[in-house]
């Protein structure tokens, strides 16, 4: 059996914790007006990245963060199936469409017209934009991962999977119910392969047009341990891969969105530095609907391991509380520049 997880990347330099001579980043996530609509400077409190929406790119949005010493990383869309067409959706091991999980719908991994035209988004935006790199967001098999209790569903199963699955591993499986009774570790690996394929094909626009552009990945914070391995089994997210595959990892340790104390972050961060070789770390912690001492606690935490940025989720949760700006102050000036 050829196993499925190209090495591809392998061909790449291994990467230190932080390019000699890069400083921390200090991030902030999402559109900066309210906070500039407040009066305030991102250098101020020590913010020197923001992370935006590709909609919401503008060049004068680009021109004014560059001007507060900031760079500017598009966060993009990959796998989100809530706009996309019926036949793009994800099939269930009954041959129904998976129901949507909490407000995320997923896409069938091998629809190549829907591929496509994310790839083609891809292109569009990083040729327009002046950006110093793309997050791409939603790069997993169908499930929602960022509440207590998770719906992790298992997809997809319609006729174009179930053709590449054969052809691709040379399994003559007869549909889903002898898929997952029988050839269970050659299904993983391959729904892991997709994963990896994709952000392959995401590598090699930003090479073609722009190859100094960083390429980061929002992903699953969880541990191997944690929930029966979904992050592999369910969401096809392979970390030697994806290790490979991203200049820079954000596992999102949202820790009150998903029920964890927020030591879990430090816990989370920590692991994640000692599973990975070549990307930065970067995480991504919470600070909407959290008080201001626990979200302090994450954004250290957040800088725990080998990390060698960190950003917040998001500026505008941060923009309206007198006391989070006092954190994100306290701990993005007083972190090593």
Same mark, same amino acid.
């Given at each position: 059996?050829?196993?499925?997880?190209?090495?591809?990347?392998?061909?790449?330099?291994?990467?230190?914790?932080?390019?000699?001579?890069?400083?921390?980043?200090?991030?902030?996530?999402?559109?900066?007006?309210?906070?500039?609509?407040?009066?305030?400077?991102?250098? $101020?409190?020590?913010? =020197?990245?923001?992370?935006?929406?590709?909609?919401?790119?503008?060049?004068?949005?680009?021109?004014?963060?560059?001007?507060?010493?900031?760079?500017?990383?598009?966060?993009?869309?990959?796998? =989100?199936?809530?706009?996309?067409?019926?036949?793009?959706?994800?099939?269930?091991?009954?041959?129904?469409?998976?129901?949507?999980?909490?407000?995320?719908?997923?896409?069938?991994?091998?629809?190549?017209?829907?591929?496509?035209?994310?790839?083609?988004?891809?292109?569009?935006?990083?040729?327009?934009?002046?950006?110093?790199?793309?997050?791409?967001?939603?790069?997993?098999?169908?499930?929602?991962?960022?509440?207590?209790?998770?719906?992790?569903?298992?997809?997809?199963?319609?006729?174009?999977?179930?053709?590449?699955?054969?052809?691709?591993?040379?399994?003559?499986?007869?549909?889903?119910?002898?898929?997952?009774?029988?050839? *269970?570790?050659?299904?993983?690996?391959?729904?892991?392969?997709?994963?990896?394929?994709?952000?392959?094909?995401?590598?090699?626009?930003?090479?073609?047009?722009?190859?100094?552009?960083?390429? #980061?990945?929002?992903?699953?914070?969880?541990?191997?341990? $944690?929930?029966?391995?979904?992050?592999?089994?369910?969401?096809?997210?392979?970390? $030697?891969?994806?290790?490979?595959?991203?200049?820079?990892?954000?596992?999102?340790?949202?820790?009150?969105?998903? #029920?964890?104390?927020?030591?879990?972050?430090?816990?989370?961060?920590?692991?994640?530095?000692?599973?990975?070789?070549?990307?930065?770390?970067?995480?991504?912690? *919470?600070?909407?609907?959290?008080?201001?001492?626990?979200?302090?606690?994450?954004?250290?935490?957040?800088?725990?391991?080998?990390?060698?940025?960190?950003?917040?989720?998001?500026?505008?949760?941060?923009?309206?509380?007198?006391?989070?700006?006092?954190?994100?102050?306290?701990?993005?000036?007083?972190?090593?520049?």
């Amino acid at each position: 059996m050829v196993n499925m997880l190209r090495r591809d990347f392998l061909t790449l330099p291994a990467m230190a914790a932080a390019p000699a001579g890069e400083p921390l980043t200090r991030g902030a996530y999402a559109s900066p007006k309210s906070f500039w609509d407040r009066g305030h400077r991102l250098d $101020e409190f020590g913010i =020197n990245a923001i992370f935006v929406h590709s909609g919401g790119i503008t060049e004068e949005l680009v021109r004014r963060a560059r001007s507060e010493g900031a760079r500017v990383f598009a966060e993009f869309a990959t796998w =989100n199936g809530n706009s996309a067409p019926p036949e793009a959706l994800p099939i269930d091991a009954t041959g129904r469409p998976s129901p949507k999980q909490t407000w995320f719908m997923g896409i069938c991994p091998t629809h190549e017209p829907f591929l496509q035209s994310r790839l083609a988004a891809l292109e569009k935006l990083v040729t327009t934009q002046a950006l110093d790199g793309v997050w791409l967001d939603y790069l997993h098999w169908h499930a929602h991962f960022e509440d207590p209790e998770p719906g992790l569903p298992e997809t997809c199963f319609n006729a174009s999977c179930l053709e590449r699955f054969r052809r691709e591993t040379g399994i003559r499986a007869a549909g889903a119910q002898e898929i997952l009774s029988r050839h *269970q570790r050659e299904w993983r690996d391959w729904r892991c392969s997709l994963v990896a394929d994709f952000a392959r094909r995401c590598r090699a626009v930003l090479a073609k047009h722009t190859p100094k552009m960083l390429l #980061g990945n929002y992903h699953c914070a969880w541990r191997d341990d $944690e929930h029966g391995g979904a992050r592999r089994r369910v969401l096809g997210l392979d970390l $030697e891969a994806l290790d490979q595959a991203f200049d820079v990892l954000s596992p999102m340790v949202y820790h009150g969105r998903s #029920g964890r104390p927020v030591e879990w972050v430090r816990e989370n961060v920590e692991w994640w530095s000692r599973r990975t070789r070549r990307a930065q770390i970067w995480p991504i912690v *919470q600070a909407h609907q959290v008080a201001a001492a626990p979200f302090e606690q994450a954004l250290r935490g957040g800088l725990a391991g080998r990390a060698s940025g960190v950003m917040m989720f998001t500026i505008g949760a941060v923009a309206e509380d007198p006391e989070k700006l006092a954190v994100v102050r306290r701990v993005y000036r007083g972190a090593p520049a």
